[in-house]
């Protein structure tokens, strides 16, 4: 994970998604989930223009959202885990790929205890 978090706005959203080797990232929380790029050791969360966190309602949202800015993987976190955890629980247990929807490839993984599940996916080539 990043070092460091900071805000963005959609403006500053395309510059962010063009650095190379950058992780996107859905990360839920109460009331949906928060988009999160990070790269540089630092997590950029999109933010609202008054500075709140832009919360989209469900994935199909954020999925919908990233593909119109030509995002073709990103990876959601269904919960966070306390660097306590993650110390206790560094391996992770891979288990069975879902069916993909709409053509997309979906990797599931989870881990030893169960509390975190996290999922990547990617759109085929020429889904745009």
Same mark, same amino acid.
């Given at each position: ?19 190379? =080797?950058? =992780?996107? %990232?859905?990360?839920? %929380?109460?009331? $949906? ?9 630092? !997590? ?41 955890? =993650? !110390? ?18 979906? =990797? ?17 080539? $020429?889904?745009?």
């Amino acid at each position: 994970m990043a070092d460091a978090e900071l805000p963005i706005v959609d403006g500053q959203l395309d510059f962010h998604l063009k650095v190379a =080797k950058r =992780k996107v %990232r859905a990360v839920a %929380r109460e009331g $949906g989930f928060t988009l999160q790029i990070e790269h540089s050791d630092l !997590a950029h969360t999109l933010t609202t223009q008054r500075g709140s966190p832009r919360v989209f309602k469900n994935l199909s949202t954020v999925a919908t959202f990233l593909k119109d800015r030509g995002v073709k993987r990103f990876t959601v976190i269904l919960e966070q885990r306390s660097s306590d955890e =993650k !110390a206790a629980t560094s391996s992770v247990k891979a288990k069975p790929k879902p069916k993909p929807d709409a053509g997309m490839k979906v =990797k599931r993984t989870s881990s030893r205890n169960g509390r975190t599940l996290s999922f990547d996916m990617e759109w085929p080539p $020429g889904c745009k």
